[in-house]
C-alpha cells in the first residue's frame, strides 16, 4: 500500500509539472526572442528621426554610434542615391543579404533576416530620395539570454514538487500502513501463545476499530483460557477422592499380583492428578500475568462498575456523573484489579457520606499516564496525609476506614500514586495516576504539572457549569 500510494503521487505530480513546466518553459523562450527583437527596435527608431532630417553620412555615424546600446558594429545604415548621379550610401555594419534589404525597402515593413551568427531586423524608414533601411543585428545569444536559467528554475521547481508529493504520500503511506503491520504482527504473536500482547488503538479511524476489536478479542481468549484452566484444575482435584478411596480399596486386596498392579496403577493415576494440578496451577499464573501485562480498557471497567453502583446511587437519591468513559483509555493493570480499586471507592463513597449526596467518576488520558478521579460532594476529610497514612498501614486503630490499600498498590505498580483532596463538588476527591508503559510518570514531572493544571481547569470549569 506504502509503495502503491508513492506511485500514484509520483505519477499524478510527473504529469502535472509536465503539463506546466513544458508550456512555460516555450513561453519563457518565446519572451526572450521578443525581448531581443523589442531591444533591435528600439535602436533602429533612434536612427530614424536623423534620417528624417538628414542623409548627410558624417551625422549619421554620429547617430549610429549614440545608438550603440551594446558592442559596437551592431547597427548599418542603408541610404538609397540621390539624384541621377548619386550613390548609394552603407554606414555601419552590414550583414544582412542585398536582396532582403530591397525587399524590406518595397514592403515598406520591418522584416528579420537570417545571418550568420544570428539575424537582423530591417526597419525601413522614408527620407528625401526614397526608403533607407536601418539594419540592427541580433546575435542568438541574446534571442536566448536567460532562458537557461529559467528552465533551469522550472526544473528545481517541478522536482521539488515530485520530492515533496513523494514524501508526503509515503508519510500518509506509513501512517496508515504502520498500524496494519502492528495489529498483523499482534495477530501472529497471539497465534504463537503470547497471550499478553495488545494493539495501541491509533492511525485512521477502521484500523483504531480493529485494533479495539482485536483487544477485546484478546482480553476475551485470555479469560476463556483462565476459566479452562480453572476448570480443570478444579476436576484435577475432584479426583482425589475417588483416587484415594481406590488406593485404600487396593491396600486391602492382600499380596497378589493382581492387587501389587492395581496398588501401581492407583499410584500411577494419583502422579498423573498431581502433575495435571501442577500444570494447571503453572498456566493459570502464566494467563493472569499475561493479562496485568497486556492490561485493560478502563474507560469500559469504568461503565461497567458505574452500571452496577448506580442501581445504589438511584435507591439513595444520589446524582451520578460520569466523564471521558466514552472512548478506549488502556491500562497497564488486569481488568479485576481495576475493579476491584473502583469497587473499593465507590463503596467508601456510599459508606462515608450520608444518601441523597452526588458523586462523580472522571478518567483523563495523558501521553504518560491516566489519572482516575472519584469525587463527592460529603464532608470531606480533615487530614489526607493522614488518612492516606492509616489507609497504608491497613487499618487498625483509629483507621477512617477509607480502605485505600488495594487502590494504592494497583497505582504502584503502574509506578504511579495516590492522592486525596478537596473536590470541586465540595467533599473529597480520590485521585488515582496509572502511569503507562513502564515510564514512571511521577506527579512531580514538567509533563505532570500541565495535566494537573489542565484537570484543575476543567474542574473549575465543572464546577461554575454546575452551579
Not at 113 to 141: C, K, N, R, Y
Not at 147 to 153: H, I, M, Q
Not at 238 to 253: G, H, K, Q, Y
Amino acid at each position: 500500500m506504502r509503495w502503491a500510494l508513492v506511485k500514484v503521487a509520483l505519477a499524478v505530480t510527473a504529469m502535472v509539472v509536465v503539463a506546466f513546466a513544458v508550456p512555460l518553459g516555450l513561453v519563457v523562450k518565446e519572451l526572450a526572442r521578443d525581448r531581443a527583437y523589442s531591444n533591435a527596435e528600439r535602436q533602429a527608431a533612434t536612427i530614424g528621426p536623423v534620417l528624417a532630417i538628414t542623409t548627410d553620412r558624417t551625422q549619421l555615424e554620429r547617430a549610429v554610434a549614440s545608438a550603440e546600446t551594446g558592442p559596437g558594429g551592431r547597427i548599418g545604415v542603408h541610404v538609397p542615391a540621390s539624384g541621377r548621379n548619386g550613390k548609394p550610401a552603407e554606414i555601419g555594419a552590414r550583414r544582412a543579404a542585398e536582396k532582403d534589404v530591397a525587399a524590406a525597402a518595397k514592403l515598406g515593413r520591418a522584416s528579420i533576416s537570417p545571418v550568420p551568427g544570428g539575424s537582423s531586423l530591417l526597419q525601413p524608414t522614408a527620407v528625401a530620395s526614397g526608403i533607407a533601411v536601418v539594419e540592427v543585428f541580433v546575435p542568438d545569444a541574446a534571442l536566448t539570454k536567460g532562458v537557461a536559467t529559467s528552465w533551469v528554475v522550472l526544473a528545481g521547481v517541478g522536482l521539488a514538487l515530485v520530492i515533496g508529493s513523494v514524501a508526503v504520500a509515503d508519510r500518509l503511506g506509513t501512517r496508515m500502513v504502520r498500524p496494519a503491520e502492528r495489529l498483523a504482527g499482534a495477530a501472529h504473536d497471539l497465534g504463537t501463545g503470547k497471550l499478553g500482547v495488545r494493539v495501541p488503538e491509533d492511525g485512521p479511524k477502521e484500523l483504531r476499530s480493529a485494533a479495539s476489536a482485536f483487544n477485546a478479542m484478546a482480553d476475551q481468549v485470555v479469560q476463556l483460557l483462565a476459566n479452562e484452566r480453572e476448570l480443570a484444575a478444579d476436576l484435577s482435584h475432584r479426583l482425589r477422592t475417588p483416587l484415594t478411596v481406590l488406593r485404600l480399596n487396593a491396600a486391602s486386596l492382600g499380596d497378589t499380583s493382581a492387587a501389587e498392579q492395581t496398588r501401581a496403577a492407583v499410584e500411577q493415576l494419583e502422579r498423573e492428578v498431581d502433575q495435571i494440578i501442577r500444570t494447571a496451577r503453572e498456566q493459570k499464573a502464566q494467563t493472569r500475568q499475561a493479562a496485568a501485562a497486556a492490561g485493560c480498557d478502563a474507560a469500559e471497567v469504568i461503565r461497567e462498575r458505574m452500571d452496577f453502583w448506580s442501581a445504589l446511587a438511584e435507591d439513595e437519591g444520589r446524582a451520578v456523573r460520569i466523564a471521558g468513559a466514552d472512548r478506549p483509555v488502556r491500562v497497564p493493570v488486569a481488568r479485576p484489579e481495576l475493579g476491584a480499586a473502583l469497587d473499593a471507592m465507590l463503596g467508601n463513597v456510599f459508606r462515608h457520606t450520608p444518601e441523597g449526596t452526588a458523586f462523580a467518576v472522571d478518567v483523563h488520558n495523558a501521553e504518560d499516564a491516566v489519572i482516575v478521579l472519584v469525587s463527592d460532594a460529603g464532608g470531606g476529610i480533615d487530614d489526607p496525609d493522614a488518612a492516606l497514612r492509616r489507609g497504608h498501614g491497613g487499618g487498625g486503630a483509629g483507621s477512617t476506614g477509607l480502605g485505600l490499600d488495594i487502590v494504592r498498590r494497583l497505582a504502584e505498580s503502574t509506578g504511579g500514586d495516590v492522592r486525596l483532596g478537596r473536590s470541586v463538588l465540595g467533599g473529597t476527591e480520590v485521585r488515582v495516576w496509572l502511569a503507562l508503559d513502564d515510564r514512571r510518570a511521577r506527579p512531580g514531572t514538567r509533563r505532570g504539572h500541565r495535566l494537573r493544571r489542565t484537570l484543575g481547569i476543567r474542574r473549575r470549569r465543572t464546577a461554575r457549569t454546575g452551579s
